[in-house]
């Protein structure tokens, strides 16, 4: 009882607006990530941008959140973590503001690329200066609870309020919707945050990212590239493999590497692994081409897509204490098996709607819609829980930062395959195969399965 009074008195107004903040920040970089898919063929008309490149529309950002965040965390460290996330935040406000003004293709990509790259210090900033502003493990468990719900209303409410906002006043204004987050965050931070640096040592392997950003990148523009050429495609695949292998074997030879190799080395954690790619391109590549599919077969406007996503992203508001509940009963193996599954059966319904006729498109359309968000509010956020249950305890910090990028690198390689597959120029019936190949990528996610334990690992603590 005195116990909870002190965590109750630890946990003030100032507690309650600094999480808040901190939150907003977390909020912001999720929403830019869903709130641009609808209004994709807006941001293609406007800039010349070629449908068979929309891809890079979100591929641009992701790709460069994902390898910013190996050496984000090293940054903070050096620089001040509230520093960091200072400058992240400075750093996407002016991105959101180049992207809002960019006139043609190329200044609109690289404005994404560098929202991403801010959006890796924000985040990493954001997260470390939790630890700082709460040292009660109890709150800061309250804290990180706060976050985690501002950035899944964020993600999953993004596609919607992007195509309301898109619809209204144009796609330039989610863009320009986020200065006043920003400013905000801006003038609560040194307010709220002590700064806080670490005398640390960790290594900046700026090569290694040169190394991993161009593989990344290779094998993303050879898919998108494979329809037309596909020589191009077994030339860069080959070529980012080759790439990835050189980053492995540098990671190895390190003394304190970013992301050590041996995270993967156990069956279970290969397991995890797979399914964090399965849940990226069965659900969230999917959301990508949802709008473009709705407006496609239904003729519906931007906002009217926008709504009609409700019935994919909704489901990640409400269903994750489901998730909860089931994982300590049927473990982590039945868990996942049984979301894939929805996601597997949601991906091949959406792509039965692409051969429907009207009336039975629309019954497919929502029914795979809503199937694919309970698939992916089931194991999304219970896949960061299974990675550091089932890491090896040594190495738990770095299979943490893993989850992220599994999921980012997953989610960009994801959209540009299924871009690669979308139909040129569009109709109805050849979404059959982006939706199909999400469906296959969800399949090999339950087989995946096979490789985790039974039952639920809880590891120890002394």
């Known amino acids: 009882m005195a116990m909870q009074r002190a965590v109750e008195h630890a946990w003030n107004t100032r507690s309650r607006l600094t999480s808040a903040t901190?939150?907003?920040?977390?909020?912001?970089?999720?929403?830019d990530v869903t709130s641009v898919v609808v209004v994709l063929p807006s941001i293609g008309t406007t800039l010349g941008i070629h449908v068979a490149s929309w891809?890079?529309?979100?591929?641009?950002?992701?790709?460069a959140f994902t390898v910013t965040l190996l050496i984000a965390g090293a940054?903070?460290?050096?620089?001040?973590?509230?520093?960091?996330l200072l400058l992240g935040n400075a750093g996407f406000l002016m991105a959101s503001l180049a992207c809002s003004l960019a006139w043609n293709s190329p200044l609109f990509l690289a404005a994404r690329a560098a929202q991403g790259a801010a959006a890796a210090f924000l985040v990493t900033g954001g997260f470390a200066s939790i630890a700082t502003a709460f040292p009660a493990p109890e709150a800061r468990t309250r804290a990180f609870g706060i976050v985690g719900v501002a950035s899944g209303v964020a993600m999953a409410m993004g596609p919607s309020l992007g195509g309301i906002i898109g619809a209204g006043l144009g796609w330039r204004w989610i863009f320009l919707a986020n200065l006043p987050f920003c400013i905000l965050i801006t003038l609560m931070v040194p307010r709220l945050v002590a700064e806080m640096r670490d005398d640390t040592d960790?290594?900046?392997?700026?090569?290694?990212?040169?190394?991993?950003?161009?593989?990344l990148g290779l094998a993303i523009e050879a898919i998108?590239?494979?329809?037309?050429a596909p020589i191009r495609l077994a030339i860069g695949l080959a070529a980012s493999a080759g790439l990835i292998a050189w980053f492995a074997a540098r990671q190895r030879?390190?003394?304190?590497?970013?992301?050590?190799?041996?995270?993967f080395a156990s069956r279970p954690m290969g397991g995890v692994t797979l399914l964090l790619l399965a849940v990226s391109v069965g659900y969230w590549a999917v959301l990508v081409y949802l709008p473009l599919f709705l407006a496609t077969a239904f003729g519906w406007a931007t906002g009217a897509a926008g709504l009609a996503m409700l019935a994919a992203t909704l489901p990640m508001l409400v269903i994750p204490p489901l998730g909860s509940t089931l994982a300590p009963r049927l473990g982590w193996r039945r868990l996942f098996a049984v979301a894939l599954s929805l996601i597997a059966a949601g991906g091949s319904i959406l792509a039965l709607s692409a051969l429907s006729e009207p009336a039975g498109a629309y019954v497919c359309a929502f029914a795979g819609m809503a199937l694919i968000g309970m698939g992916a509010a089931l194991s999304h956020p219970q896949l960061s829980g299974a990675v550091i249950a089932l890491a090896p305890p040594e190495v738990s910090g770095m299979a943490s930062a893993l989850t992220i990028i599994a999921r980012q690198a997953g989610f960009a390689l994801g959209v540009a395959t299924l871009g690669a597959l979308t139909p040129v120029p569009l109709h109805v019936s050849a979404f059959v195969w982006p939706f199909g190949a999400a469906a296959a990528a969800a399949a090999g996610g339950v087989l995946a399965c096979l490789l985790l334990p039974s039952r639920m690992t809880v590891r120890s603590r002394p």
Do not use: C
């Open 22 to 31: 901190i939150g907003l920040a977390a909020a912001l970089t999720n929403f």
């Open 55 to 63: 891809a890079w529309i979100i591929d641009a950002y992701s790709l």
């Open 75 to 84: 940054l903070a460290d050096r620089l001040g973590r509230r520093r960091a």
């Open 202 to 215: 960790k290594p900046l392997d700026w090569p290694g990212i040169a190394i991993l950003t161009l593989a």
């Open 224 to 228: 998108l590239e494979a329809r037309h």
């Open 253 to 263: 030879r390190q003394l304190r590497p970013m992301l050590d190799p041996i995270v």
